[in-house]
């Protein structure tokens, strides 16, 4: 797990995310593990863009892409819960936290939410 914390240091988010898989497997009970995996996991999903230049905001919050309002809200909250300062002090958790916070709000506006569909 400290690898995976060197790595995403460096912002090298993909490989910190491979390292703290394997880590996760070797050690099932790992402290803050999943804290890591959802900075990782959100950081990763912006990187790759639609089309590649748009962002796939549902990738952001691990939702299907025609996930209903009460499920994309649900993620939020719970990967807000997750991604919070208070609780995450792994590199990118607050630029994690930002992105789920614009996937929110594009995909709450009804009029940019369809650009999406």
Request: proline residues 1%; glycine residues 8%.
């Amino acid at each position: 797990m400290q690898l995976a914390e060197r790595m995403m240091q460096g912002n090298a988010f993909t490989g910190a995310r491979k390292m703290a898989h394997k880590a996760q497997q070797l050690f099932p009970g790992l402290e803050n593990i999943s804290q890591l995996l959802a900075v990782c996991d959100v950081l990763c999903s912006a990187e790759n863009k639609l089309g590649g230049c748009e962002m796939d905001w549902y990738r952001i919050l691990q939702v299907q892409r025609f996930s209903h309002e009460a499920i994309i809200k649900k993620q939020v909250r719970k990967l807000g819960l997750l991604l919070h300062s208070d609780k995450n002090k792994f590199a990118g958790a607050e630029a994690a936290l930002k992105l789920i916070g614009e996937a929110n709000a594009v995909l709450e506006d009804r009029g940019r939410h369809f650009r999406y569909v």
